[in-house]
């Protein structure tokens, strides 16, 4: 294993990491360098799978010895089998995605429990700037003008709360955290999230899936133990 | 596949080499191929470098494209004026790293590099095969593969891997004796010839038929159809590289002129580029071969064998670790073809890793010196060993 330190790690990557059990499957969409999976893979056991779409970070993955594809988050989840990970995480890309019911839905049927993050739009200080300076906000959590975010939905923690009800996902888990500058530390917030947290992270699942079943339960979803692990 | 051969700049060489023999199948005990004929004896030439260790799990199989040999990397002798067809892959320290895993390359059933084919005697006639030599798939490539290792000793393979017609076999491998193979890296290959890839397969092939020479296979006591063979070879060359890399590499330029010769000898240096690889590959390679061996890469269809008809049924029985790599400007066996593969290997749960390699030298990428390669390459092998 190469050096690491878990504590280096964004302290929202950090959150989510605490929430995943030990031994479980889970898939990273637009997983980056794979700093979470690699943590996931050497400190809590998890079978992992990222998936990024920029050639020099999936090399990146691959040389931390990570199962990563490269490829399009929205296309990659198609060819998975119902519940095929236990978690299925979208880190601080859901503002970016430009048909997110669609990809959530994928995401649950594609895993039992999905963990989304995203910057929050309704803090004090994107509202302030936004009040005083007349100019679309620009904060460390949203670093981009206009004409080159890759940003493409502003979304507050009371939408994400709200579209959950509306669309019928269950919400199981919610962490609204302020962090630093760098991301490094934080701190949760329990009061006035909404106005208050950099960022919202959910875990989440499907309110149907469990009462009706899966669909089908294909037998290939399930891991595949090797002949020589068994002997090793 | 080309010749990219050069000395490794950086002085890395895994040294030494010897080719060997081996020996099997000798009647009555003939291997049975996939077409229902026998074949035997047949011998098998083949390369290893370097140590097996005691548990015998760091073996790594590569395999060579249409064109290649058992010859894999370091040298022949002292003198020797090139190494190995991918020196610049394997050795110490490079992607496939010598120090730590034992290395074995053979060349293919039906090839000319001193494996048995067309160019060997038939025993029932003492005579040089020809057209009496049964047609060989890349199955039964594979089948004479695995009698090698069981004569070496390995029952497991850490590794494989291979590209184009390398690739393939890696695949089959991994459909065929799926218990024995841990993990496989396809590079720029095919779970099957698209029409585009048989196409100029064909063409090839008529070039050679067509050559007086060549005389239905019966060539060995007389002329041999060079001419046929060294066009074949030129249509190879054309889908080794792509619009881009021979833009870069040739353009329009001309070969040693400033104005056309307004005859046909050839004014471009492209032209020159293609005479000249047609003019060399005759040395080295039979005629025959290239008709037995493109038609294996072009019957091969890991998706229709046997009681399977689509490619995630293919996949259903194999249990390999994978890593998948193409590359944009490859026309061969574009992009779409190894993500086909990676979607039925999902669709199996297997464990897949994809990356497509920005490269503008075409087909040939995976042959010549790459870093990002060399990494992934190396980064894949070393997670799957520790992960024993």
Redesign the interface.
Same mark, same amino acid.
Request: charged share 20%; proline share 7%; hydrophobic share 35%.
């Given at each position: 294993m190469k050096d690491f330190n878990p504590r280096a790690m964004r302290y929202d990557l950090q959150i989510i990491a605490s929430w995943i059990h030990p031994g479980s499957k889970v898939i990273g969409l637009g997983c980056g360098e794979g700093d979470l999976l690699y943590y996931l893979k050497h400190y809590k056991n998890v079978?992992e *799978?990222g998936v990024e779409i920029v050639?020099s970070r999936? +090399?990146e993955c691959?040389? =931390? /010895?990570? *199962?990563?594809?490269? /490829?399009d988050a929205n296309e990659e989840v198609i060819?998975?089998?119902d519940d095929?990970f236990d978690y299925v995480v979208l880190s601080q890309t859901l503002q970016q995605v430009y048909d997110p019911l669609s990809l959530i839905r994928s995401m649950l049927r594609i895993g039992k429990k999905v963990i989304v993050s995203f910057p929050n739009f309704g803090h004090w200080f994107v509202r302030l700037q936004l009040l005083f300076t007349g100019h679309a906000p620009i904060t460390p959590q949203l670093p981009f003008q206009w004409y080159n975010t890759p940003n493409i939905r502003v979304l507050c923690i009371s939408d994400f709360r709200a579209f959950a009800r509306q669309m019928g996902f269950h919400i199981l888990k919610e962490a609204t955290i302020n962090t630093d500058r760098e991301d490094k530390t934080g701190r949760y917030v329990a009061l006035m999230p909404n106005i208050r947290a950099t960022y919202g992270i959910y875990l989440i699942s499907s309110k149907t899936k469990h009462a009706n079943g899966p669909k089908y339960k +294909?037998k +290939? /979803? *399930?891991? =595949?133990?090797?002949?020589?692990e068994k002997a090793? | 596949m080309s010749e990219y051969i050069r000395h490794d700049p950086s002085g890395r060489s895994a040294g030494l080499v010897e080719k060997k023999y081996f020996t099997f199948a000798e009647p009555p005990d003939e291997m049975v191929l996939d077409s229902g004929r026998r074949l035997g004896p047949i011998t098998i030439a083949y390369e290893t470098l370097r140590t097996l260790n005691a548990d015998k799990s760091n073996v790594v199989l590569v395999f060579h494209a249409l064109t290649g040999d058992s010859h894999v990397a370091g040298y022949y002798s002292e003198n020797d004026e090139k190494p190995g067809w991918w020196d610049n892959m394997v050795g110490p320290g490079k992607g496939i790293d010598t120090d730590k895993y034992f290395v074995i390359c053979s060349n293919v059933l039906g090839g000319c590099m001193g494996s048995t084919g067309p160019a060997s005697i038939n025993p029932a006639t003492g005579k040089p095969y020809g057209l009496d030599f049964p047609m060989v798939t890349i199955g039964d490539m594979v089948r004479a593969q695995k009698a090698l290792l069981d004569h070496l000793g390995v029952s497991r393979i850490l590794s494989m891997t291979g590209g184009s017609m390398g690739g393939m076999q890696a695949l089959q491998w991994c459909v065929q004796y799926p218990e024995m193979v841990v993990s496989a890296i396809p590079l720029a290959t095919t779970m099957r010839h698209s029409a585009l890839a048989i196409a100029f397969n064909e063409v090839a092939r008529q070039a050679i038929i067509a050559d007086p020479n060549w005389n239905n296979g019966n060539y060995y006591e007389g002329v041999q159809p060079n001419l046929g063979l060294s066009v074949a070879r030129m249509i190879g060359h054309i889908t080794y590289l792509s619009d881009e890399a021979m833009r870069r590499k040739f353009g329009r330029r001309l070969q040693e002129r400033n104005n056309f010769s307004f005859n046909f000898n050839g004014d471009f240096q492209v032209e020159s580029y293609l005479h000249y690889q047609g003019a060399k590959f005759v040395e080295r390679f039979d005629a025959n071969s290239f008709l037995y061996i493109t038609k294996a890469a072009d019957h091969f269809d890991l998706t229709r064998q046997k009681g399977q008809e689509s490619a995630v049924e293919a996949f259903s029985r194999s249990y390999s670790r994978f890593m998948v790599i193409s590359f944009t400007s490859d026309w061969l066996y574009p992009t779409y073809q190894s993500r086909a593969m990676v979607k039925a290997m999902k669709k199996n749960g297997l464990d897949v890793s994809f990356c497509e390699i920005e490269a503008e030298w075409g087909h040939d990428a995976f042959l010549l010196p790459n870093e990002r390669l060399s990494n992934l390459i190396k980064g894949f092998i070393d997670s799957v060993y520790e992960g024993l």
């Open positions: 079978r *799978t050639e999936v +090399a691959i040389n =931390k /010895g990570l *199962t990563v594809i490269q /490829g060819d998975y089998p095929s +294909a +290939a /979803g *399930t891991h =595949k133990e090797h002949p020589w090793m | -």
